[in-house]
């Protein structure tokens, strides 16, 4: 796709050809972090792609988007969605995703064993895993909930639990 818009300058003198314009024919592309552009003379265009990987499904009002791992939301494709990604479901939820998935990675939490993120407009969230266990976060001190929930989800007198519910500071509830 990169090669295809950047087609039109092959061949064409570099003193006419301008960093801003390769940028803008490429900028709209999905999975594009950032592009550096450098002329080397005479006759010579280094061009820099830096990619942003897909890491998870925002569902929006019934339409599906690639959220990637600069927190762009990018259309949805078939092909891309096929690696198991978890899917995010919540109004504002693409908003709000990025902190709680920093949260998430500062805490050395198991991403690959997220299902389902869950938002709900109070600001807190749910994990479903894999094994269809949920979790539920507290909106507030979600920090510490998360390094817990990394100890109980470890633990084997958890392992027949279904829900465990973090929301309540200093109390654990499980079902």
């Known amino acids: 796709e990169i090669s295809k818009r950047l087609s039109y300058i092959y061949k064409k003198n570099l003193i006419l050809i301008k960093g801003e314009t390769i940028k803008k024919l490429v900028d709209s592309l999905d999975f ?3 592009i550096e552009v450098k002329k080397k003379s005479p006759n010579t265009i280094i061009i820099k792609i830096f990619e942003t990987n897909p890491i998870a499904i925002l569902h929006i009002k019934e339409k599906k988007y690639l959220l990637d791992s600069s927190s762009k939301i990018n259309s949805f494709r ?3 969605a096929a690696k198991d990604l978890p ?3 919540g109004e504002d939820a693409g908003k709000y995703f990025q902190d709680f998935f920093y949260q998430l990675e500062s805490s050395n939490f ?4 997220i299902k389902n993120y869950y938002y709900f407009q109070i600001g807190r969230w749910d994990l479903q895993l894999i094994n269809d266990k949920i979790i539920k976060f507290p909106d507030v001190k979600t920090i510490n909930a998360i390094k817990k929930s990394i100890e109980l989800i470890n633990r084997k007198d958890f392992i027949n639990y ?3 519910d973090l929301r309540v500071p200093g109390k654990i ?3």
């Open 87 to 89: 899917n995010i479901f």
């Open 162 to 164: 279904n829900v465990i």
């Open 173 to 175: 509830v499980v079902e």
């Open 78 to 80: 078939e092909d891309l």
């Open 32 to 34: 594009l972090e950032k």
């Open 110 to 113: 198991p991403k690959n064993k």
